[in-house]
């Protein structure tokens, strides 16, 4: 099986080309997406070479797949949305009719980009803890656990 390590940049997605490594992933044929998708060769093309995809289009693909595209955005956000207000937090607690998930949600990926941020110098401790909104010490953990592993790996 052939793997791609994909470095993905959660601030500019371009989704056709994630669903086109998925697809190599898979070793997908163009004719059962066809039928899956209920589209023809040209409508794929154009959706691989698309930044974005339809919501019900993405839930389809992420179907036939196996693979929650949807978390690709969802880290994004985690990433890059600005952290409300205690005030504005209660109120959308109280107001909102809509589920409200945690945004501290830290998986391998958000935790590798932020590392990289910092082992590559784009970034101080400092701006990572006021733009991520991270705890010192968490982010103190992950350079411990996560470097140290890296390292073991390289040798």
């Not at 052939?2 to 997908?28: A, P, Q, S, T, W």
């Not at 163009?30 to 039928?35: A, S, Y």
């Not at 993405?58 to 207000?85: G, M, T, V």
């Not at 411990?144 to 390292?151: G, T």
Request: net charge positive; with cysteine.
């Amino acid at each position: 099986m052939i793997k791609y390590n994909v470095l993905i940049d959660f601030k500019e997605i371009h989704m056709g080309n994630l669903i086109k490594i998925r697809v190599r992933e898979k070793k997908m044929g163009l004719l059962r997406i066809c039928g899956f998708l209920k589209c023809t060769a040209e409508e794929i093309e154009k959706m691989y070479i698309s930044s974005s995809i339809d919501s019900d289009m993405l839930l389809k693909w992420s179907k036939l797949l196996e693979y929650d595209f949807f978390r690709i955005y969802s880290q994004h956000i985690i990433l890059y949305a600005p952290c409300n207000s205690d005030q504005e937090k209660e109120q959308s607690k109280e107001d909102s009719g809509l589920p409200n998930f945690r945004k501290s949600l830290y998986t391998r990926e958000i935790i590798d980009f932020m590392l990289n941020q910092y082992n590559s110098g784009n970034m101080s401790r400092q701006e990572i803890y006021q733009r991520y909104n991270i705890p010192k010490s968490t982010f103190h953990k992950w350079l411990n656990k996560y470097n140290s592993e890296l390292k073991e790996s390289e040798e």
